[in-house]
């Protein structure tokens, strides 16, 4: 026993140590960038400063509904209420990493009385590249079902109580939307199968309808949270109230195959969900299929057995729902649904990657008690299960290891020069604070009193620094906004049908777009310029833009009514951007 305790301390540290490279960067530490910096950062930044401000966000998108940009893990606002942002994320990663690990680690104890197995199976789902913005959505799932099973199996108050606390702290730290909604309906199919009591004996009906009572007890301990949480949102999609259209009522959805997209989920999983099980799903499979040829002779491992075709029969499920959520006859009828048609379902496949790891510790388990058996064909199998084990764990070691943050960073640490886009990078950090100097002496006035937009430059390193914008990443503003801020960009529509079909159809980018531009949305400082730039300033000046951010020179601003006013962008010898402000001309 002390040495287990030992060998998961040791693991808690090792876990630990993942962000280490990221503390010792600080500002040029690399993190994801898509759906992380560009939108769901500046979330818990804007929601932070404004927590007791009404239901208003003044920089954002000329002053968007607070439902605009919703944080991920509401209770982690209060992380930054207090803290700097990148402080903040750092925090979220390693809390969310420590938390997989030791749910992971409990989980698979209790499921297959291992701690060896228990502790491998941690480590590698704490170490997967999840987003640290999502909070506990993904790394707080086995902690959760353990906590499930605690609260169903409790013969005492003392368990409900922790399960009922954990349940509460999981609700405020983690997503309704994109997580939730498929943790409450899981569990509450789970709550009916318990109370009904199909398939068991009379004499377990009624500890089996406890545990219902006592997981619904947990049940009210998520949905409530969630409820208080994301209230708002539910009334606008519900169509409750005064709330503006969203521009997701002009989502135009494409349908796919319903086996084609059942396969491509049971092999990737979904978005922002990859768990890089085909590493070691041979081994899973050939370690259930043994537990299934040897199900006679091998009694004491009927647990695992049923452990791992739960799990097997669940992930099977949750990626044909999130298959036939996309195919073809249910995107039309979706198409009829307005905003809550591009609801993503598919999101049910953020509840697969603990399955896996789930799958992963029980295999393992089965594998080490066979090389405790007597029978030297058990220990043989044993062996060879051992092998393919450490081959499969080499895999899914290499691929998280390739796709996770950490690699870049260490890959930083070791050479400074290395060519990764950091956080200070994104932001503009050193080039941001230069532009809002200039900005307060040119103009006599604080931030608040104009407005912005950026063109070759994310938006959001200008929401970063202060500066109130008319652009910006949500996946719920208003239509009628989309639609006058699509005044500006036509001129490029209209010549680009990539981006025109990217606006029109989806959206979520209210962005200034270029169609010289190498890039749409970030454009590195090189010999690049506009020579010809398609921007409706009338409509950017009827929009309420006062001033132009740009990563490139425009050649033909005079012929757009925008005024340079330095020569000499702003920049510094390490900064990825060049910022040229322009001023936008009167009507």
Request: charge should be negative; hydrophobic fraction near 45%; proline fraction near 4%.
């Amino acid at each position: 026993m002390k040495r287990e305790r030992v060998l998961f301390a040791a693991g808690f540290a090792a876990v630990a140590l993942l962000s280490l490279p990221c503390m010792l960067l600080g500002e040029q530490a690399v993190f994801t960038y898509h759906d992380q910096l560009d939108g769901e950062l500046p979330a818990y930044i804007l929601q932070a400063k404004h927590l007791w401000d009404g239901d208003v966000l003044p920089e954002f998108l000329g002053g968007a509904s607070k439902t605009a940009l919703m944080p991920p893990a509401p209770g982690c606002v209060l992380l930054f209420r207090v803290l700097s942002p990148l402080t903040s994320l750092i925090l979220m990663q390693l809390a969310g990493s420590l938390a997989g690990y030791v749910g992971m680690y409990l989980l698979c104890r209790k499921a297959a009385g291992n701690e060896t197995a228990a502790l491998i199976a941690g480590g590698f789902y704490a170490a997967l590249p999840f987003l640290p913005v999502y909070g506990l959505s993904q790394f707080g799932l086995p902690l959760l079902l353990w906590c499930v099973l605690c609260a169903r199996d409790g013969k005492g108050g003392r368990s409900l109580a922790g399960a009922a606390l954990y349940g509460l702290v999981y609700a405020f730290h983690s997503s309704l939307v994109l997580v939730g909604f498929g943790v409450l309906g899981v569990l509450a199919l789970w709550i009916f199968w318990e109370l009904s009591g199909v398939f068991r004996e009379p004499s377990e009906k009624i500890t089996a309808k406890r545990g219902g009572l006592r997981m619904g007890v947990l049940w009210l301990c998520l949905c409530i949270p969630y409820l208080l949480c994301n209230h708002d949102l539910i009334a606008q999609l519900l169509g409750a109230g005064d709330a503006a259209s969203s521009h997701k009522e002009e989502y135009v959805l494409s349908g796919t195959g319903l086996w084609p997209g059942w396969w491509s989920a049971l092999l990737h999983g979904g978005q922002h969900s990859e768990d890089y099980h085909l590493g070691f799903a041979l081994f899973v499979a050939a370690v259930l299929g043994l537990c299934i040829f040897r199900r006679h002779r091998d009694s004491s491992r009927t647990d695992i057995r049923r452990v791992m075709t739960t799990a097997l029969t669940g992930i099977l499920l949750l990626a044909g729902i999130s298959a036939l959520w996309n195919t073809s006859a249910a995107v039309s009828l979706r198409g009829r649904m307005g905003a809550l048609g591009a609801f993503q379902l598919d999101r049910l496949l953020w509840l697969c990657p603990c399955l896996w790891y789930l799958l992963l510790g029980c295999a393992l388990a089965y594998v080490m008690r066979l090389l405790r058996e007597e029978k030297t064909f058990a220990r043989a199998l044993g062996a060879a299960g051992c092998i393919l084990a450490v081959v499969s764990l080499g895999v899914t070691g290499l691929g998280i290891l390739k796709n996770s943050d950490v690699k870049s960073n260490l890959q930083k640490l070791c050479n400074a020069d290395y060519p990764a886009f950091s956080y200070g990078d994104y932001y503009a950090v050193g080039v941001m604070e230069q532009v809002r100097d200039f900005m307060t002496e040119y103009t006599g006035e604080e931030p608040e009193a104009y407005r912005v937009v950026s063109l070759g430059i994310d938006p959001a390193a200008a929401l970063y620094h202060g500066f109130y914008c008319l652009d910006g990443y949500s996946n719920n503003y208003s239509l009628e906004y989309k639609h006058r801020f699509r005044r500006v960009i036509a001129p490029a529509l209209e010549e680009s049908e990539y981006l025109r079909d990217y606006f029109d159809d989806w959206g979520n980018r209210c962005y200034l777009f270029g169609t010289e531009s190498p890039g749409y949305y970030t454009i590195e400082k090189n010999g690049f310029y506009f020579q010809h730039l398609e921007c409706d300033t009338k409509a950017l000046r009827e929009l309420g833009g006062n001033y132009l951010f740009s990563a490139a020179y425009i050649a033909n601003s005079d012929e757009l009514g925008l005024t340079l006013l330095r020569e000499e962008p702003f920049e510094t010898q390490e900064s990825y951007y060049r910022i040229f402000v322009y001023e936008v001309a009167e009507p």
